[in-house]
């Protein structure tokens, strides 16, 4: 009985929805249905250069992905000197995926803080081995290079409304980037988390699913693919298999640890939960993930170890006071008789 009341209590944290309590503007966001981490600031411009293992700029031409905390993403190629160039809000932290034919894909984090007008970023990356023949590597695939010019100009659109919150109008270009160019992952995906600012939890999860079928490698449909499974469907099974192909992506993701953590929680995978909810603080900001604690306290509780799980209550209402969540952190230490 104990089990069951606290497993649904963590479950209706993890249902809040409400975009005013997730779009915390302190960065620590719970894991529940996406909401964009969209703030006031300026647009600043973020330069991404790639370098080879010795730290020396590779003039490559390679596909480069940011993905921001609510799963959206964008992304574009590199220039001739292995440069590319984004515009993105400030104050939040990122990832960046890198791959092409050339290289073995690569992947870096980073944070832009508030106030910076202009954000240099190197990216290490390791070249592929030649064939034998001496015959030159490839380029990056066609179904990416291949990105029509009004299909990106579309995207564009989409994204500078999408930060403005216009969640129709962003729809309604990321619709026409996809009619130019039906193989545009990212598309689909911010797609899917507009449909989701909406209420449309069919819609997204139809464009989520395109978006992983389209792009098995999109971390960010993946992970938002799992997270519908969990917290809507209630479909551990299914979400543990999304997380599992976002994890493989972006081996470090502290989101998507932290939605894992918690699909085996539910599961009963305590180990597992536990392990997971570990990593997350090495993989992200100490402050960012503060739930990963709560997975952390139930499974050491789960597993009687009273003064680990009393040091994860208190670490989460350290790093997330104030917060609605809090009752479930308050919850367990009275459980476990304290304070």
Not at 25 to 39: E, F, K, M
Not at 99 to 114: D, H, K, M, T
Not at 281 to 294: G, R, S
């Amino acid at each position: 009985m104990l089990r069951n009341r606290v497993f649904t209590a963590l479950i209706a944290v993890v249902l809040c929805t409400s975009i005013a309590g997730m779009a915390q503007r302190t960065g620590r966001p719970s894991p529940s249905i996406p909401s964009p981490s969209i703030n006031n600031r300026n647009d600043i411009r973020v330069e991404i250069q790639l370098v080879n293992e010795g730290s020396r700029p590779l003039p490559i031409q390679a596909l480069v992905e940011i993905t921001g905390m609510g799963s959206i993403n964008t992304r574009t190629f590199t220039n001739m000197d292995g440069k590319a160039s984004f515009s993105i809000r400030s104050g939040a932290s990122y990832q960046v995926q890198v791959s092409g034919a050339e290289i073995e894909n690569a992947s870096s984090s980073f944070e832009v803080q508030p106030g910076e007008s202009f954000h240099h970023e190197y990216v290490t990356v390791k070249m592929k081995e030649r064939p034998g023949n001496g015959s030159p590597g490839g380029m990056v695939s066609a179904a990416n290079l291949n990105i029509p010019e009004k299909a990106q100009k579309e995207y564009q659109k989409a994204m500078k409304e999408f930060e403005d919150k216009k969640w129709d109008k962003a729809s309604e270009h990321f619709h026409k980037a996809i009619e130019a160019y039906p193989k545009y992952d990212s598309a689909y995906n911010n797609l899917g988390v507009a449909a989701m600012q909406q209420g449309d939890l069919n819609g997204a999860r139809e464009a989520f699913l395109k978006a992983v079928e389209t792009n098995p490698s999109n971390a960010a449909a993946s992970r938002n693919l799992g997270r519908i499974y969990l917290t809507r469907d209630n479909d551990i099974g299914k979400a543990k298999e999304m997380l599992l192909k976002s994890l493989s992506a972006e081996p470090k993701s502290g989101e998507t640890l932290t939605l894992l953590s918690f699909a085996q929680l539910r599961s009963g995978e305590i180990d597992s939960a536990l392990s997971n909810a570990r990593k997350v603080h090495t993989a992200a900001p100490q402050d960012q993930y503060p739930f990963a604690h709560l997975v952390a306290a139930r499974a050491l509780e789960a597993k009687g170890d009273k003064p680990g799980a009393t040091a994860e209550y208190h670490t989460y209402l350290k790093e997330a006071e104030g917060s609605p969540d809090a009752k479930v952190a308050k919850d367990g230490l009275a459980r476990l008789g304290e304070k």
